[in-house]
């Protein structure tokens, strides 16, 4: 009998298991059938600017949602992988909150995918940044997990400390859209030590989830400030009325 491999030993002792429910699956860093099933990837027609999946079909104009109609937004294009709700916000959650690093490898397949539509030629991809005190607490930047395994499968650059928060600010969670971006506004900066990364070149800003898109926004004026040609935005999941 032929002897078997590490991986194989490894296998029969820690088997793969789906990443929410934990019942049995086929392969690491993946979901059993009934989680597939519950949960609510994008796809189809989505807004041009935040990636929130929209009714209809996706005929190739630039289609737009209530909120990004609304609001201008300083970046060109953005994508989501998920809708922030159900499975969706369980995984968001289990990342952000739960210390579940085996969700990233997940994760990250699908925001590469999502970023297919607006990757840009030596594109530099960055993540959101956490204030100091709070990277302390948490102990890790979910968002700067992301950038690197999503950077790592499009095998595109990655800048993880091109922006810096300013200064701590308080939960957004019961603000207003207006009283969020007026929270946020001149809170984040490039780091001037990697400014000569962006100048002149395209920034992908990636991010776990979007509500108002206040925190991106700061980020992406941020890089254009310090003369970054264009900014788009890829996101795990996206905060959607109604959901």
Avoid at 206 to 213: E, F, N, R
Wanted: charged fraction near 20%.
């Amino acid at each position: 009998m032929p002897p078997i491999s590490l991986q194989s030993a490894l296998q029969l002792v820690y088997p793969p298991r789906c990443s929410l429910c934990g019942d049995l699956v086929e392969s690491d860093f993946g979901l059993c059938g009934p989680c597939w099933r519950d949960t609510p990837l994008i796809s189809g027609l989505c807004c041009e600017k935040c990636g929130a999946s929209l009714p209809g079909e996706d005929t190739g104009h630039a289609d737009l949602c209530d909120d990004c109609l609304k609001i201008a937004r300083p970046w060109a294009k953005g994508r989501a992988a998920l809708i922030y709700k159900d499975n969706g916000r369980r995984l968001v959650l289990a990342l952000k909150h739960g210390d579940r690093h085996d969700i990233v490898p997940l994760a990250a397949n699908w925001m590469a995918q999502a970023a297919q539509k607006i990757l840009r030629p030596n594109a530099v991809i960055a993540p959101v940044p956490l204030h100091w005190t709070r990277l302390v607490a948490r102990r890790f930047n979910q968002s700067a997990l992301l950038a690197n395994a999503v950077a790592e499968s499009l095998g595109r650059a990655v800048c993880p400390d091109l922006l810096q928060r300013r200064r701590k600010t308080p939960t957004l969670k019961d603000m207003t859209y207006y009283q969020r971006f007026s929270t946020l506004d001149g809170t984040i900066a490039v780091n001037a030590r990697r400014r000569h990364r962006i100048v002149n070149r395209s920034v992908l800003l990636v991010d776990d989830v979007m509500t108002s898109g206040a925190t991106l926004s700061a980020a992406a004026q941020a890089c254009l400030n310090s003369g970054a040609k264009e900014i788009d935005v890829l996101l795990l999941a996206r905060a959607q009325k109604g959901t």
